[in-house]
Nanobody, 119 residues
Framework: QVQLVESGGGLARTGGSLRLTCVAS????????MAWFRQTPGKKREMITA???????YYLATVRGCFTISRDNGRGTLWLQMTSLEPEDTAMYYC?????????????WGQGTQDAVSS
């Protein structure tokens, strides 16, 4: 079992930056890929970026060029560098130990970290 703890959320103004951190613990050797999701009230969690053990990355088109995912496989640590933030980026951000686009079967979710971007 993997436990996930997200941190780094906070307040930012339009055009600002935030850096999120996710620390995975437990059976991190079993992780083959990780991802970041975000969720706003009334909407399903949405994958915005992912990275596998080989470093292959996926970005949602709307965040590509502004968000950067990185990972330390050995430590089970995941980061999300967000720049050029917009109010639409306000959301709860979650990291995962899986990266399938269909997240219905995901075993582990952290508590998330809240980002709020003001105009």
């Amino acid at each position: 079992q993997v436990q996930l703890v997200e941190s780094g959320g906070g307040l930012a103004r339009t055009g600002g930056s935030l850096r999120l951190t996710c620390v995975a613990s437990g059976d991190i050797d079993a992780i083959t890929a990780m991802a970041w999701f975000r969720q706003t009230p009334g909407k399903k969690r949405e994958m915005i970026t992912a990275i596998n053990n080989g470093g292959s990355k996926y970005y949602l088109a709307t965040v590509r060029g502004c968000f950067t995912i990185s990972r330390d496989n050995g430590r089970g640590t995941l980061w999300l560098q967000m720049t050029s933030l917009e109010p639409e980026d306000t959301a709860m951000y979650y990291c995962t130990e899986e990266a399938d686009f269909d997240s219905n079967g995901y075993d582990s979710w952290g508590q998330g970290t809240q980002d709020a971007v003001s105009s």
